[in-house]
Nanobody
C-alpha cells in the first residue's frame, strides 16, 4: 500500500488548506484512512479518520468544527479540508492506512502504512 500526501504549505492564521492523500496498492474491502500530525518535540496525534465500510468519521477535539475529512472513491483519494487555521496547527501532517478495520481509530498502532508527510505552517 502506498500513500502520497500533498497540499501542505505556508498559510496565515485564519486561512485554509486542503490536504490530499492518494492511496494505491490495497485490496482490503474494510480499512480506515487516518490523518495524523506531529509538531516538533511532540507525539504524533491522530486528528481525523474515515472508514471504508460506512464512511464513519472521527475528529479530535483540537480540530473538530474546523477540519473536514472526505473521500473520493473513484480517485482513491482522501482529503482533509482545514479551515480557520491556527499557529498551533503547525506540524507535519501524515495520512495512514489501517487494514481490516471497520471502526474509526486515532491510535498510531492501528495503522499499517504511512505516507511521507507534508509540512503545514501557520504563521503571519
Amino acid at each position: 500500500v502506498q500513500l502520497v500526501e500533498s497540499g501542505g504549505g505556508l498559510v496565515q492564521p485564519g486561512g485554509s488548506l486542503r490536504l490530499s492523500c492518494a492511496v494505491s496498492g490495497f485490496t482490503s474491502e474494510y480499512y480506515a484512512i487516518g490523518w495524523f500530525r506531529q509538531a516538533p518535540g511532540k507525539a504524533r496525534e491522530g486528528i481525523s479518520c474515515i472508514t471504508s465500510s460506512s464512511g464513519s468519521t472521527y475528529y479530535s477535539d483540537s480540530v473538530k468544527g474546523r477540519f473536514t475529512i472526505s473521500r473520493d472513491n473513484a480517485k482513491n483519494t482522501v482529503y482533509l479540508q482545514m479551515n480557520s487555521l491556527k499557529p498551533e496547527d503547525t506540524a507535519v501532517y501524515y495520512c495512514a492506512f489501517a487494514t481490516d478495520i471497520v471502526v474509526v481509530s486515532d491510535e498510531v498502532n492501528d495503522y499499517d502504512y504511512w505516507g511521507q508527510g507534508t509540512q503545514v505552517t501557520v504563521s503571519s
